[in-house]
């Protein structure tokens, strides 16, 4: 009778680590596959800042009113987005996984 009832707590607990793990697994992989997404935007958005910084180096955007006002707000978000993804590298960093 007791072996019996520890066979079947045992079975249950085993199943129940079976499930557990199944389900660690999957959003171990949809973490891996965002974290792959995170950093194909952070290499695209490098690029397009160095593409700005390139472009604005003869600063003939400052002088012309629309477009200057445009490529400001451009250049603004792209500094803001850049303290974000810097943060995002540092805490990556730390938490030894450190891909970059």
């Avoid at 160095?50 to 003939?60: H, P, V």
């Avoid at 002088?63 to 978000?77: A, C, P, R, W």
């Amino acid at each position: 009778m007791i072996y019996t009832l520890l066979i079947i707590v045992i079975i249950a607990l085993c199943y129940i680590i079976y499930n557990l793990l199944n389900k660690v697994e999957i959003h171990e992989e949809r973490i891996l596959r965002k974290t792959e997404d995170i950093e194909l935007l952070l290499s695209r958005f490098q690029e397009i800042s160095n593409k700005m910084k390139e472009i604005d180096n003869k600063k003939i955007f400052e002088s012309d009113d629309e477009v200057g006002v445009t490529f400001e707000m451009l250049k603004n978000l792209i500094q803001d987005n850049e303290f974000l993804l810097d943060y995002y590298i540092k805490e990556d960093d730390r938490d030894g996984s450190g891909s970059r």
